[in-house]
């Protein structure tokens, strides 16, 4: 969406297109970006670059090559004003004599919410609030999720044939997806916090798990779901979690002596209530959201992404077709739980970006309908130029 023709949301526009530099580079902080104007000219920019690394504010303010002050400062985020792994951002704009700050949104942590935009009134700073708000909440959903849940942003994914099963009868998978789309998918996966799959798939297909391909802007936590323990110590996921996090979650019945075993090998086990004869999924989150994970990818298999369905516990989709069909009543199918009895008690989902070609299949992106609007708003910079 274009923003409105008036100076202050074109300055904003450009300070969210800083921001989206930050995706998987400063979780759980949000993305915020930067720029300062004087006169009608940008004379500085910046944007959160790293987590535990300077502000927006303060990199635009380093940046600067003559004096702001008296300049216009436009944030995508309420400037902080407490001290963490830096000073208060506040500080910084009153110490250089910024005389006006724009805001996109009020930041929703507590430590803030609203007291940075007091502080800098009060020193009489003039603030104006809420220049493309949508855009910059959108942007920054995953966060704003965390802060007032207490759990992650949830992306499911999984590679189907046209007809939407998962791998054959005989449980075999590799490859239904070409190698661009196995690539794009790897290229998500190297932006998350944590991979989360069932213990299925770890005896199945005993995966690494790992981002191999592009950039690797966070090593994912991976993540198992599995009651009983029946992860292998043979598995890659333990063989190597010495090096890559690896956190299991199991029942609270599960054998001590696997449990032990496993801790060994340097995998986090962690006991959860259990509830259907399976793992508490929002029991799961969180505690992934205590440990301040922020995006999580949910990988499979079809019964572990089902329940998530049917429980409404995802946020987003990110489905790769393949134009091959399998067939077969047996086949897996990509959501193998329970499901709806009715179509009227089925998800419904928006698309939050065009769907388009990657290799010889398709990638479509959608959120659960009542979310898609904000969505939207978001979609094009995150993952369309993987």
Same mark, same amino acid.
């Given at each position: 969406?274009? &923003?409105?023709?008036?100076?202050?949301?074109?300055?904003?526009?450009?300070?969210?297109?800083? #921001?989206?530099?930050?995706?998987?580079?400063?979780?759980?902080? $949000?993305?915020?970006?930067?720029?300062?104007?004087?006169?009608?000219?940008?004379?500085?920019?910046?944007?959160?670059?790293?987590?535990?690394?300077?502000?927006?504010?303060?990199?635009?303010?380093?940046?600067?090559?003559?004096?702001? =002050?008296?300049?216009?400062?436009?944030?995508?985020?309420?400037?902080?004003?407490?001290?963490?792994?830096?000073?208060?951002?506040?500080?910084?704009?009153?110490?250089?004599?910024? *005389?006006?700050?724009?805001?996109?949104?009020?930041? &929703?942590?507590?430590?803030?919410?609203?007291?940075?935009?007091?502080?800098?009134?009060?020193?009489?700073?003039?603030?104006?609030?809420?220049?493309?708000?949508?855009?910059?909440? #959108?942007?920054?959903?995953?966060?704003?999720?965390?802060?007032?849940?207490?759990?992650?942003?949830?992306?499911?994914?999984?590679?189907?044939?046209?007809?939407?099963?998962?791998?054959?009868?005989?449980?075999?998978?590799?490859?239904?997806?070409?190698?661009?789309?196995?690539?794009?998918?790897?290229?998500?996966?190297?932006?998350?916090?944590?991979?989360?799959?069932?213990?299925?798939?770890? !005896?199945?297909?005993? $995966?690494?798990?790992?981002?191999?391909?592009? $950039?690797?802007?966070?090593?994912?936590?991976?993540? %198992?779901?599995?009651?009983?323990? =029946?992860? $292998? &110590?043979?598995?890659?996921?333990? *063989?190597?979690?010495?090096?890559v996090s690896t956190w299991?979650?199991?029942?609270?019945?599960?054998?001590?002596?696997? *449990?032990?075993?496993?801790?060994?090998?340097?995998?986090?086990?962690?006991?959860?209530?259990?509830?259907?004869?399976?793992?508490?999924?929002?029991?799961?989150?969180? #505690?992934?959201?205590?440990?301040? %994970?922020?995006?999580?990818?949910?990988?499979?298999?079809?019964?572990? !992404?089902?329940?998530?369905?049917?429980?409404?516990?995802?946020?987003?989709?990110?489905?790769?077709?393949?134009?091959?069909?399998?067939?077969?009543?047996?086949?897996?199918?990509?959501?193998?739980a329970r499901g709806p009895?009715?179509?009227?008690?089925?998800?419904?989902?928006?698309?939050?970006?065009?769907?388009?070609?990657?290799?010889?299949?398709?990638?479509? =992106?959608?959120?659960?309908?009542?979310a898609a609007a904000a969505?939207?708003?978001?979609?094009?910079?995150?993952?369309?130029?993987?």
């Amino acid at each position: 969406m274009k &923003p409105p023709p008036d100076s202050d949301a074109a300055f904003m526009g450009r300070a969210l297109t800083l #921001a989206r530099r930050g995706l998987g580079r400063v979780e759980p902080n $949000p993305m915020v970006g930067c720029v300062i104007v004087r006169h009608g000219r940008i004379i500085a920019e910046g944007w959160h670059r790293r987590f535990g690394g300077p502000h927006a504010e303060v990199e635009a303010l380093r940046a600067c090559h003559e004096n702001p =002050r008296g300049a216009t400062a436009y944030v995508t985020l309420e400037p902080c004003c407490y001290f963490g792994k830096t000073p208060p951002c506040t500080d910084a704009l009153l110490a250089a004599g910024i *005389r006006r700050v724009v805001a996109a949104a009020k930041d &929703p942590n507590p430590r803030v919410a609203g007291r940075g935009l007091r502080i800098l009134r009060k020193a009489g700073v003039e603030v104006r609030l809420g220049v493309l708000e949508s855009e910059a909440v #959108a942007l920054n959903a995953p966060f704003f999720k965390l802060l007032k849940t207490g759990r992650p942003w949830v992306i499911l994914k999984w590679g189907q044939s046209l007809d939407g099963r998962i791998a054959t009868r005989s449980g075999d998978s590799k490859w239904i997806t070409d190698a661009a789309m196995r690539s794009h998918a790897h290229r998500v996966r190297g932006r998350l916090d944590a991979i989360i799959v069932g213990v299925g798939t770890v !005896l199945t297909d005993d $995966p690494l798990l790992t981002c191999r391909v592009g $950039p690797v802007l966070r090593t994912a936590t991976r993540v %198992m779901l599995d009651s009983r323990l =029946r992860t $292998p &110590p043979s598995a890659q996921v333990v *063989r190597t979690a010495g090096r890559v996090s690896t956190w299991i979650f199991c029942g609270g019945s599960a054998p001590a002596r696997r *449990r032990s075993r496993l801790e060994k090998a340097g995998c986090r086990v962690t006991p959860v209530r259990s509830k259907r004869g399976g793992l508490s999924l929002p029991a799961v989150l969180d #505690a992934l959201g205590q440990a301040a %994970m922020t995006n999580v990818l949910v990988e499979g298999g079809g019964k572990l !992404l089902g329940e998530f369905v049917d429980q409404r516990l995802a946020d987003e989709f990110h489905v790769y077709v393949a134009p091959r069909l399998i067939g077969g009543a047996k086949a897996c199918g990509a959501l193998s739980a329970r499901g709806p009895q009715r179509v009227s008690e089925s998800l419904s989902l928006r698309f939050i970006e065009r769907p388009r070609a990657i290799g010889d299949g398709w990638f479509f =992106r959608a959120a659960p309908l009542h979310a898609a609007a904000a969505e939207r708003k978001r979609a094009a910079a995150e993952y369309r130029n993987l």
